[in-house]
């Protein structure tokens, strides 16, 4: 029987597509036979991305969004709807980080921002694609973090913040279940990135410090976050719901 790609004939919404993990599920979406709307800020790297995407063969197409402006948020899934006739999936990814700062002396437009982008930014992108799978059903993923599941020092806004993640996808999964809309949570690792690998080389240290920590002794790459977020997305998935997969090389096992 021929090899059915996870995500064969479904539409995927993915937000932070421009770099990291957003960019490497697009590449992984795609080849698992998806169509895939990329929602980010950075235009001209979506663009690049998209045509990358369509020379393989996949229907894709870019949105410029920034997740905290709700009405660039209901543009961006409306105008995806509109393209490929429904939404079946949807990857949450987008996020920014912070750490570095005791939480006394960190700034209050630094809470504003990591609370903005990664929560609020959530909310108006679960708003949006739940009124769009509500007639057909679908399956969401949140990206969250081992922040969101453990606390390390420097960095509480962005432990916060992925904390809530974890929680509004719970709250979410709850409400929609029995709608035929399954949500649930992924939880990276450190993992090669512009944000983390700035963030590495910003604080000497702090590499050797997360590899000596988890089981598997490394970085993850990008593309290895993405197979896990393809697959919870999949039917594959099926009695997957209200969950927080780690993939994060055994980092929070001990
Ligand atoms: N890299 C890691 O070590 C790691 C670990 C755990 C969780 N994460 C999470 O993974 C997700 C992806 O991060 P990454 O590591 O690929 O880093 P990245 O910086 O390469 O990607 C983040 C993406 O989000 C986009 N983005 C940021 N603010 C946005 C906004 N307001 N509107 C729209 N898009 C916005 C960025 O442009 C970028 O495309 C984030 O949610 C991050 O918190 C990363």
């Not at 597509?17 to 235009?43: Q, Y």
């Not at 998209?50 to 905290?68: F, I, M, P, S």
Request: net charge negative.
């Amino acid at each position: 029987m021929r090899y059915r790609g996870l995500l064969e004939g479904k539409h995927a919404f993915i937000t932070g597509a421009s770099s990291g993990i957003g960019a490497a599920a697009a590449r992984v979406f795609c080849r698992e036979g998806a169509a895939v709307t990329l929602a980010a800020r950075r235009e001209e790297r979506l663009s690049a991305l998209v045509d990358e995407l369509r020379a393989t063969g996949c229907e894709a197409q870019y949105v410029v969004v920034d997740v905290v402006r709700k009405e660039q948020v209901e543009e961006g899934v409306a105008r995806a709807v509109e393209r490929f006739g429904r939404l079946d999936v949807a990857f949450n990814n987008a996020g920014v980080a912070a750490a570095g700062t005791p939480m006394h002396m960190m700034g209050d437009e630094v809470y504003d921002t990591v609370m903005d982008v990664n929560v609020r930014g959530m909310w108006n992108c679960l708003r949006h694609e739940i009124s769009a799978m509500l007639d057909e059903g679908g399956s969401i993923v949140n990206t969250s973090s081992t922040a969101g599941l453990v606390a390390t020092p420097v960095a509480a806004p962005y432990i916060a913040a992925k904390h809530a993640v974890i929680g509004l996808t719970k709250a979410v999964a709850t409400e929609y279940a029995a709608r035929g809309i399954r949500v649930n949570a992924i939880v990276p690792g450190a993992t090669h990135s512009e944000m983390t690998d700035a963030w590495m080389a910003a604080f000497p240290g702090v590499e050797e410090e997360l590899v000596r920590a988890a089981l598997l002794p490394r970085i993850a790459e990008p593309e290895e976050i993405a197979e896990a977020a393809a697959w919870l997305s999949s039917d594959r998935a099926s009695f997957v719901v209200g969950a927080a997969m780690p993939v994060d090389g055994g980092w929070t096992v001990r």
